[in-house]
């Protein structure tokens, strides 16, 4: 039998992400899916949008869900059904997709970034406390890389100050903290079927989910241009509807979602095993490398899989694998509150430590759910490789 070593000298590319390897595997299923669409001519507002929201509301523990055009949207439309605009503020992590950011920007209310725990990557809830103020009309943690933010703390620090939270899960569905499903701990849960998320669709979507029945309808009123009857408008909403194709695709890949996260898991374990057997646990060998850490109480889906890489490497080992065929990315580069269309909110570089520290030293390897055990073992080794080479060994 090879040893890891041996199998590692094999030189196949490795990608990031081949959305192609599980698209294969339920083509009939979903090509079914939708041609019965097709044939339906039901293609906005037909039932398997109801029966994906219904799926969604149940799976993470809340009363209703309401599907939306992307997760962008399904952020935008949760500040929007709590009437956030000019003259509040709302506290969002600097470490995360645009996104998360961009729709308090859009309502014209102020972004108050905040840090992130170094260790997770996921807003510091000692951060949000301290940036509360009179004006603080809501918070978005976001479940960074399919790990729970600290929902404990931070529902905690909201209702002592009677401050909504919307839980940004674009990352990770089917995530928990304590055993209890993201999106079901704050007021809103958003949710986004981008192809690259653990429920990636085939094209934009999102949803929304929450307990409360009135926002629930004042969120599918604003996702329907605020026109209820037919044109008669009581708001200015937007157009943003989940069409029923992707419904339907979604729906067969509900199927699978849970032995989707399994294999993420089972990617992550072996990494750690990998990275262990290479000397490479931060424990012992090289001191300069960091693997994600787990919050105990988060039950963690994965959508990637960081490592950091201080003293200025990171970019070194980017371009070395990127050599050697090995898809890697850095998310994110530049923190929010260093882009150029927030810098005119004022964030001096410096502002927020712990996120600048993270935006240059992290680095995201493949661990999507079709991952081959071979192509893991061929990540590691040539990461092990680099630091050999590059990298001082800890005494
Ligand atoms: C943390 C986060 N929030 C929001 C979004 C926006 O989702 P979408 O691309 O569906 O608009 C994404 C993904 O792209 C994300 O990663």
Redesign the pocket.
Known sequence: MPNSHQQCSSNIPVPLLDVGRGNSVIRDEVLAAIAEVYDSGRFLHGPQVTDLENYLAARCHSKFAVGCA??????LLALMALDIGPGDEVIVPSF??F??ASCVSRLGAKIVFVDIDPRTYNIDPNAVEAAITTRTRAIIP?H?FGQSAALTEIVKIASRNDIPVIE?A??AIGAAYHGRPVCSWGQMG?I???P??NLGGFG???MLTTDNEQLADRLRLLAGHGMRPRYYHSEVGINSRLDTFQAAGLLVKCRHLDHYTLARQTNAQRYFELFHEAGLDGARGFDDLTLPYVDPAAFHVWNQFSLRIPFGRRDALRTYLQQSQIGCEIYYPVPLHEQTCFRRLGYATGSLPHTEAAAREILHLPIYPEMRPEEQTRVVSQVASFFRANCRAVA
């Open positions: 992307s997760g962008s949207d399904a952020l995360t997709f996104a998360t976001v960074l940004d674009a990352q958003c986004s079927f981008y690259t998320k934009d979507g999102g």
